[in-house]
């Protein structure tokens, strides 16, 4: 199993970001999709999450309306477009996959920071 993220980097607050995530190894159309992040000194938190067909997204509290996750079965990659981002989001964001049997995948993270 493998996932490639990308999109991270330095933003100023109010800007935009787009994560991307490109996974292998396994069925990626049969799996939960979903975006954690870990600010530093904090536990780890689920952020979105995407059922596998793309019909169905949640959204933590404090990003909804302003992040949007999806997904492209056929290019087996999820996305996460942060807009109006803000300092209180810097953390290294993860991309998880699952299924209902317990399976859990993990990518390495990719950082966000937002600063001035």
């Known amino acids: 199993v493998q996932f490639v993220e990308s999109g991270g980097g330095l933003v100023q607050p109010g800007g935009s970001l787009r994560l991307s995530c490109q996974a292998s190894?396994?069925?990626?159309?049969?799996?939960?999709m979903g975006w954690y992040r870990q600010a530093p000194g904090k536990e780890r938190e689920w952020v979105a999450g995407?059922?596998?067909?793309?019909?169905?997204?949640k959204y933590l509290d404090s990003v909804k309306g302003r992040f949007t996750i999806s997904r492209d079965n056929a290019k087996n990659t999820v996305y996460l477009q942060m807009n109006s981002l803000k300092p209180e989001d810097t953390a290294v964001y993860y991309c998880?996959?699952?299924?209902?049997?317990?399976?859990?995948?993990w990518g390495k993270g990719t950082l966000v920071t937002v600063s001035s």
């Open positions: 995407i059922d596998s067909t793309g019909g169905t997204t």
């Open positions: 998880h996959a699952a299924d209902w049997s317990g399976v859990n995948y």
């Open positions: 190894g396994f069925t990626f159309s049969s799996y939960l």
